[in-house]
């Protein structure tokens, strides 16, 4: 086999893997990697209908992957949307993600509890995370977060950031900081304005909203 056949075959093979991708984000990005393979592996071979058919597949990709990296923190994206713990729509999407999220979170048992709140996020039509907390017994102030789940479509984005930027949402209900559990898979928060305090991350809420600092 040449260079060129392993250029192809390579490059058909990233774009194949690509469709496999359930993160949006993700998706966009190899699909983009693989069309410039192919891009390249064309012009060598003179194939101009393929030359001009991944050119355009790969701008159609980048400019997806710029909507998508200006909408990551973009209040008017997602919306937070406040239920109650028996709410139906809320079941619905904690038993459907209920495998993903005993992998990412094994801690929460699967229900929001007595005392706790939670809130759905979403993108227009579309739920793409939910946050449970709960207050601190020895401080009222704290709000612990039981859980912060992202869809698998959404992986990529940092959905339970709308929560924490509503500071009002928060301090209205009393709560002066955040604090993350130490049992999360993959925890982001450190990109979005809390601090490391040992094996949690905790954030300080102001009295009106404030952006987060970003990565």
């Known amino acids: 086999m040449t260079w060129i056949d392993a250029l192809g075959w390579g490059g058909s093979a990233l774009l194949v893997f690509s469709l496999l991708q359930q993160r949006v984000l993700r998706f966009r990005t190899l699909n983009l990697v693989a069309g410039g393979i192919l891009i390249a592996f064309n012009l060598v071979i003179a194939v101009w209908p393929m030359v001009a058919l991944n050119a355009v597949t790969s701008a159609i990709n980048l400019w997806f992957i710029v909507q998508l990296r200006r909408q990551r923190h973009d209040a008017a994206t997602f919306e937070v949307i406040e239920v109650g713990l028996d709410d139906q729509y809320l079941r619905h999407v904690l038993d459907t993600h209920a495998d993903d999220i005993r992998e990412h979170q094994p801690t929460f048992s699967g229900r929001p509890g007595p005392g706790q709140e939670a809130f759905v996020v979403v993108k227009g039509d579309e739920t793409v995370g939910v946050v449970v907390i709960e207050r601190a017994a020895d401080d ?66 102001e009295p009106a909203a404030q952006p987060l600092d970003r990565p």
């Open 140 to 205: 009222p102030g704290t709000a612990h977060i039981c859980l912060d789940y992202v869809t698998p479509r959404y992986r990529d984005f940092t959905p339970g950031e709308f929560v924490w930027r509503r500071s009002d949402l928060l301090c209205s209900r009393g709560y002066r900081r955040v604090m993350t559990s130490p049992n999360i898979v993959a925890p982001y928060y450190d990109q979005i304005g809390f601090r490391p305090s040992g094996d949690v991350f905790v954030l300080e809420l």
